[in-house]
């Protein structure tokens, strides 16, 4: 039987996390701050509240993207 340590939880934990949301379309803000940081650097991110607004913004409100 194998010892799962502490680390090893939170590191299990944080990644199912990520899965979950990813899987239901949450945006997820730290793997944006991340990119921006190393393929964009110069650029200043948009803050927690923007880049919410964005997200939805892309999701709902293109054209002919939704039945109803």
Do not use: N, W
Not at 43 to 49: A, C, G, I, K, Y
Request: glycine letters at 6%; one cysteine or more; hydrophobic letters at 30%.
């Amino acid at each position: 039987m194998s010892l799962v340590t502490l680390s090893d939880l939170r590191t299990r934990v944080r990644r199912l996390g990520v899965a979950l949301r990813r899987i239901i379309g949450a945006p997820d803000y730290e793997r944006y701050l991340a990119h921006v940081t190393c393929r964009h650097p110069g650029t200043t991110p948009l803050s927690r509240e923007d880049f919410a607004r964005d997200a939805l913004a892309r999701r709902y409100d293109r054209p002919g993207s939704r039945c109803c």
